[in-house]
T-cell receptor, first 111, second 113 residues
Framework: GESVGLHLPTLSVQEGDNSIINCAYS??????FIWYKQESGKGPQFIID?????DKRQGQRVTVLLNKTVKHLSLQIAATQPGDSAVYFC??????????FGAGTTVTVRA | DGGITQSPKYLFRKEGQNVTLSCEQN?????MYWYRQDPGQGLRLIYY???????QKGDIAEGYSVSREKKESFPLTVTSAQKNPTAFYLC????????????FGEGSRLTVL
């Protein structure tokens, strides 16, 4: 079936380095994608989104890249900080009123 | 403050008991959702409601029930028919006519003893 998935379940990064979190999707009809951050015991928080008519979008310290050719989405975090330690989810719009989530990547920032 | 309130935050239940999780929002959003999260897994959609008095099954609706009598409220009942109810439950809303950014509550952790 069609699904959203992340390439790696965990990522360890040195404080100050850049982080790259990857996500593959299989629904070629999806036209909207979101990245969420979830801290332990809390609900997911919106980070950044991108529509399929774009291939790059930048926010504060974060950049999302979309490659529709290979159905790949990535989240780049610049100058990773300890507060960036969390689980990161990508989500795709399957159809109206539904988002489909990947399994998540746990990011651990080393001091 | 505007937001989504889920209660209780922690809930313990014995096998065979029904429990109801509350989700209240004051964002004036039309659409509300319930997701289930298990360790190491993504969020799976249980039920969603686009408008008052209407709701649809998600991917894993078996053993759950919902109601949407008010715009602000979307309670989820975990029935005794749910085989493995221990999980973290998340309520979300969106105000856009089509799925856009979802706003999440802080979650309710249900443990079956």
């Amino acid at each position: 079936g069609e699904s959203v998935g992340l390439h790696l379940p965990t990522l360890s990064v040195q404080e100050g380095d850049n982080s790259i979190i990857n996500c593959a999707y299989s629904n070629s009809a999806s036209d909207y994608f979101i990245w969420y951050k979830q801290e332990s015991g809390k609900g997911p928080q919106f980070i950044i989104d991108i529509r399929s008519n774009m291939d790059k979008r930048q926010g504060q310290r974060v950049t999302v890249l979309l490659n529709k050719t290979v159905k790949h989405l990535s989240l780049q975090i610049a100058a990773t900080q300890p507060g960036d330690s969390a689980v990161y989810f990508c989500a795709e719009n399957r159809n109206d009123y539904k988002l489909s989530f990947g399994a998540g990547t746990t990011v651990t920032v080393r001091a | 403050d505007g937001g989504i309130t889920q209660s209780p935050k922690y809930l313990f239940r014995k096998e065979g008991q029904n429990v109801t999780l509350s989700c209240e929002q004051n964002l004036n959003h039309d659409a509300m959702y319930w997701y289930r999260q298990d360790p190491g897994q993504g969020l799976r959609l249980i039920y969603y409601s686009q408008i008052v008095n209407d709701f649809q099954k998600g991917d894993i609706a078996e053993g759950y029930s919902v109601s949407r009598e008010k715009k602000e409220s979307f309670p989820l009942t975990v029935t005794s028919a749910q085989k493995n109810p221990t999980a973290f439950y998340l309520c979300a809303t969106t105000g856009t006519g089509r799925t856009g950014e979802l706003f999440f509550g802080e979650g309710s952790r249900l443990t079956v003893l």
